[in-house]
């Protein structure tokens, strides 16, 4: 079955430390994006990758990095940096960038203690 | 700015009609999005809109009215499965999305 997976489902972390958040898709999208999900607000876009080897800012970059070495992933890290971590990290790809319909991974959700 | 206005919540009784209602200011439009988003589940397409007018899908329909701003998704016939949040999203000039907060769907017996 083809679709978007993320690990772990849930993830604790204390106040200080770095997390990788995985994504890995077998869609053979070219374009992937790392949202963030807070309650009351709608999603934010982190960072977002059209193709292997490049990768955007979105409008919440700060505190995160990503890295697009595959195609089929798209870790994201949640530095030290990242004031305010404590939200559900969702992941999501396009056939390409401009494509109308993106297809969301479970999602991570990230509490840091 | 840009922005994307919907409803915060909304309750409807199990076989009935809902209109959930979204207004949109954005810089470009490529096309609006219809989410929907059970509790702790990642968001499932629904439908899209890039010309005025009305898409049905089984239960589920949305319409666009570009020149106003508007849209809303329509759900008919409605079942308790329906309960979810339900998310209205614009494509803009950059072919970014641009997110709603959201309206919470609850469904009454």
Same mark, same amino acid.
């Given at each position: 079955d083809?679709? /978007?997976? %993320? ?6 972390r204390?106040?200080g %430390?770095? +997390?990788?958040?995985?994504c890995?898709? !077998?869609? !053979?999208?070219?374009?992937?994006y790392?949202?963030? $999900?807070?309650?009351? #607000? ?8 059209q193709? +292997? ?11 995160y990095s =990503?890295?697009r ?5 798209? &870790?994201?890290? +949640?530095?030290?940096?990242q004031?305010n &971590?404590?939200a ?8 390409e960038?401009?494509y109308?319909e #993106? ?5 991570t959700?990230?509490? =840091?203690? | 700015? %840009?922005?994307i206005? $919907?409803?915060?919540?909304?309750t ?5 009609? =809902? #209109?959930? !209602?979204?207004t949109y #200011?954005?810089?470009g ?5 219809w989410? $929907?988003?059970?509790?702790g589940?990642? &968001?499932?397409?629904?439908s899209? !809109? +890039?010309l ?8 589920f ?6 020149s106003?701003g508007y849209?809303?998704l329509?759900?008919?016939?409605? $079942?308790?499965k ?7 999203? =614009?494509?803009?000039?950059?072919? %970014?999305l /641009? ?5 919470k ?5």
């Amino acid at each position: 079955d083809g679709g /978007i997976t %993320q690990s772990p489902k849930y993830l604790f972390r204390k106040e200080g %430390q770095n +997390v990788t958040l995985s994504c890995e898709q !077998n869609l !053979n999208h070219d374009a992937m994006y790392w949202y963030r $999900q807070d309650p009351g #607000q709608g999603l934010r876009l982190i960072y977002y990758s059209q193709i +292997v080897n490049d990768f955007q800012k979105g409008d919440i970059a700060e505190g995160y990095s =990503v890295s697009r070495e595959k195609k089929e992933s798209f &870790p994201l890290t +949640v530095t030290s940096a990242q004031k305010n &971590p404590t939200a559900f990290y969702l992941c999501a790809s396009s056939i390409e960038a401009d494509y109308n319909e #993106q297809f969301f991974g479970p999602g991570t959700r990230l509490t =840091v203690l | 700015g %840009q922005n994307i206005d $919907q409803p915060t919540e909304m309750t409807a009784t199990e076989g009935a009609i =809902v #209109q959930i !209602n979204c207004t949109y #200011q954005t810089s470009g439009f490529n096309g609006l999005f219809w989410y $929907q988003q059970h509790a702790g589940e990642a &968001p499932t397409f629904l439908s899209y !809109n +890039v010309l005025d007018g009305l898409e049905e899908k089984g239960r589920f329909s949305s319409f666009l009215s570009r020149s106003k701003g508007y849209s809303y998704l329509l759900l008919k016939e409605l $079942q308790m499965k329906d309960s979810a949040s339900y998310l209205c999203a =614009v494509m803009d000039s950059n072919y %970014q999305l /641009i997110w709603g907060a959201g309206t919470k769907l609850i469904i009454k017996p």
